[in-house]
């Protein structure tokens, strides 16, 4: 079973990568061709956009409500605010970089590297001032779970923006909710305007 499954994901790479390579896959009997290009394979459906975005608030309004309600130094919330800003990116970064390797997009070692040292060191950051904080346990906690919850939902929601980008560089406007309703109000104003 493992050997079937490792020959599909196989094919579904080279198929991913002749299609964004511009080779178009055709019907030998029709001449009508069938292109297995990035906007019906990886769609998400909007529901999964919208949970994404929502757990995404979730965690990073949770986490910086947690940070400003509490009894922190100045200099010890700036600590984990960066922390928390750092791992973000380092978390995008990431997943990107590996999405790339994986996709056969040329990524060099030592920037795959660096995004594995950013991420780790953001982690370890945040338990080593956990773990030394002077704080309840349950805050701690909380703390913990938020930070865990927001970097699956920014992984996540940069995966979903990545797979509504076509292979111009242009990114559906599902992948950003309402906006799509707000760029149209304003094209109408702006036509109201002129």
């Known amino acids: 079973m493992l050997f079937i499954s490792s020959i599909y994901v ?3 790479r080279y198929v991913t990568k002749a ?3 511009g080779i178009k896959l055709t019907n030998i009997k029709e001449d009508e061709g069938m292109s297995l290009g990035n906007d019906q394979f990886n769609r998400p459906t ?24 509490a009894d922190l130094a100045l200099n010890e919330k700036g600590y984990y605010f960066t922390v928390f800003l750092f791992s973000m990116f380092a978390a995008i970064t990431l997943q990107k ?14 920037f795959v590297g660096m995004c594995w040292v ?19 346990l349950s805050e701690k906690g909380f703390y913990a779970m938020s930070f865990v919850l927001s970097l699956f939902a920014v992984i996540t929601v940069q995966k ?13 406007p599902s992948a950003f909710p309402k906006s799509s ?14």
């Open 97 to 110: 970089t590996v999405r790339d390797k994986q996709e056969g997009f040329p990524v060099t070692k030592v």
């Open 160 to 172: 979903n923006i990545r797979d509504l980008t076509n292979e111009y560089g242009e990114t559906d």
């Open 46 to 69: 909007p529901a999964y956009v919208y949970a994404t975005w929502g757990v995404l608030a979730v965690g990073v309004l949770g986490y910086l409500m947690g940070l400003w309600n």
């Open 19 to 21: 299609t964004r390579a």
């Open 118 to 136: 950013a991420f780790s060191s953001s982690i370890a950051l945040l338990v080593i001032g956990l773990v030394n904080a002077d704080m309840f």
């Open 10 to 12: 196989t094919a579904i």
């Open 181 to 194: 309703v707000n760029i149209d109000t304003a094209l109408d104003a702006a036509d109201i305007i002129d």
